[in-house]
């Protein structure tokens, strides 16, 4: 599993190394005291997991991954000050750790985080999977989804839903009869189903059902048939590309 350190503290930053270094499985494959070098780095090295420390001389860490995303790779915030970690968990962090880093607990995170994205890249390669069968097959011909909602569980043709939207834990599922659905699971419970029938992650938050897109603006965005604006992350430009070439 490869990893990347950001941290501008020099003792902190040795003793993290010390720490990494005694554990097999982990290759250390770059290290940065910058908001700037980060952003250089990490699309370029493609970390499985990245160390961070959250406020740096340059800037604030939330401010890099706001930029290059957090999708690709597992994140682990690093601070001495633990009014952020609400804002650090929110944005995605595998975890969270105050300083002074207890070797222990750095140690026992970063092997739960190693077999959570063991599992990630076994569901990663049926996401890949599904995306061929469906560009180069069709839909699939499961034709309907269960969504649990808080109050009740309803049987939706997957063809109505238009998008899906994430958020701390919960999917909305926006219907095209204008209707919204809110259950209890993160979007990646539904991710390998949905792709299966042309839905296509634009997004961390967002998942898009290509019968409904109207426009492509190459700068970043999606335009749907009821002029909803969805959001396109830089590492999937050439994703939606490929959706839209198929169309075509």
Avoid at 131 to 144: A, C, P
């Amino acid at each position: 599993m490869k990893l990347y350190i950001i941290e501008d503290e020099v003792l902190i930053l040795e003793h993290l190394i010390q720490v990494v270094q005694k554990i097999p499985y982990i290759q250390l494959v770059g290290t940065s005291a910058s908001v700037a070098k980060s952003a250089l780095e990490i699309p370029v090295l493609k970390p499985d997991m990245v160390l961070a420390d959250i406020r740096l001389k340059d800037g604030d860490s939330f401010q890099l991954f706001d930029k290059i995303g957090v999708e690709d790779f597992q994140l682990i915030f690093l601070t001495a000050y633990d009014q952020y970690a609400i804002q650090a968990l929110n944005m995605g962090a595998f975890g969270y750790l105050l300083k002074p880093i207890d070797e222990i607990e750095l140690t026992n995170l970063l092997n739960k985080c190693f077999h959570h994205r063991e599992q990630e890249t076994a569901n990663q390669q049926q996401l890949a999977i599904a995306k061929e069968q469906y560009l180069t097959h069709g839909v699939s011909s499961i034709k309907r989804i269960a969504l649990k909602s808080m109050e009740f569980i309803e049987i939706v043709p997957i063809e109505d839903i238009v998008y899906c939207k994430s958020d701390k834990g919960y999917t909305s599922f926006f219907l095209k009869n204008k209707r919204e659905i809110v259950v209890s699971k993160g979007l990646k419970e539904y991710e390998i189903i949905l792709t299966a029938h042309g839905f296509l992650r634009c997004h961390q938050s967002y998942m898009v059902n290509f019968m409904y897109v109207s426009k492509y603006y190459k700068e970043g965005y999606l335009i749907l048939l009821e002029k909803e604006n969805i959001p396109v992350s830089a590492r999937k430009k050439e994703e939606v590309m490929r959706y839209l070439d198929n169309i075509a």
